[in-house]
Each structure stands twice: as C-alpha cells, then as structure tokens.
C-alpha cells in the first residue's frame, strides 16, 4: 500500500514539472496546448466560440536568469 502512496506522489510530481514552470509555478506551453485543444474541441461541441489572451511580460528571461530558483525560496 505504501509503494502505491509513493508512486501516485511521484507521478504527480512528474505532472506537475512537465506542465508547469519550476521556477513560478504557472502552468508551461505544454499545458497550454493541451487547454487550447480541449477548447476547441469544447466549443466545436457546442457551436461557440472561445479566446486565448497572450501577455507577454518583457525581459522576463532576464529575470529568470538572474534570480534562478533560489529566489522563489526566500
């Protein structure tokens, strides 16, 4: 029971790092186009229509370099 406890806790770990950065948390491109394509699907269902809104948040990288994970703990 404990070995089925501690691979459910790995998976979801490995989820969560492939669909989200590990340095904000928020969710990454990859789970992005997996919502996209669950939209579209939605809304070819039900004849409607849906928006993706894109903010791009300059020098971003700059900011991810220079502060690395560290500066998520502190």
């Known amino acids: 029971m404990a070995e089925i406890k501690q691979r459910q806790r790995v ?3 490995l ?3 492939a669909t989200h950065d590990q340095l904000t948390g928020l969710p990454n491109r990859l789970l992005l186009k997996d ?3 669950q939209a579209i699907a939605a809304s070819k269902r039900k004849k409607s229509f ?3 809104l894109f903010i791009d948040l300059d020098q971003f990288k700059s900011i ?3 502060f690395g994970h560290e ?3 502190k």
Request: net charge neutral; aromatic share 12%.
């Open 64 to 66: 991810n370099d220079t």
């Open 71 to 73: 500066w998520m703990g």
């Open 15 to 17: 989820e969560q790092s």
């Open 35 to 37: 919502r996209v394509n």
């Open 50 to 52: 849906f928006a993706v």
């Open 11 to 13: 998976e979801k770990k």
